[in-house]
């Protein structure tokens, strides 16, 4: 069974900086696309960064460019999200995402194929 495991979740001040794991198991790795979701109460999922499986491209919801970074390791299955400048509204459930088709959006959360549990950011003002 296939499992995406977030780690680096937790509770920042307002301009401060956090850096999320996730650990791919069972999964042939360098086929999929990453991704990073995130939920905050009340609302939608929304996008907020992918890389494809070569790690060559990445892509940011326009909130989230120059503050945050996606990367990833495929010889040790983890891909990061390096979080700066957080803000009160960066608050959610942070998701990790995997999707094995190349042509599917990395915004529509019908692409991916696989999710990891969430992990929750909380940012203080």
């Known amino acids: 069974q296939v499992q995406l495991v977030e780690s680096g979740g937790g509770l920042v001040q307002a301009g401060g900086s956090l850096r999320l794991s996730c650990a791919a198991s069972?999964?042939?790795?360098?086929?999929?696309?990453m991704g990073w979701f995130r939920q905050a109460p009340g609302k939608e999922p929304e996008f907020v960064a992918g890389i494809t499986r070569s790690g060559e491209t990445t892509l940011y919801t326009d909130s989230m460019k120059g503050r945050f970074t996606i990367s990833r390791d495929n010889a040790k299955k983890l891909v990061y999200l390096q979080m700066n400048s957080l803000r009160p509204e960066d608050t959610a459930v942070y998701y990790c995402?995997?999707?094995?088709?190349?042509?599917?959006?990395?915004?529509?959360?019908?692409?991916?194929?696989?999710w990891g549990q969430g992990t929750q950011i909380t940012v203080s003002s």
């Open positions: 995402v995997a999707k094995s088709s190349a042509s599917a959006s990395y915004y529509d959360t019908r692409s991916y194929n696989y």
């Open positions: 069972r999964l042939t790795f360098n086929f999929f696309d």
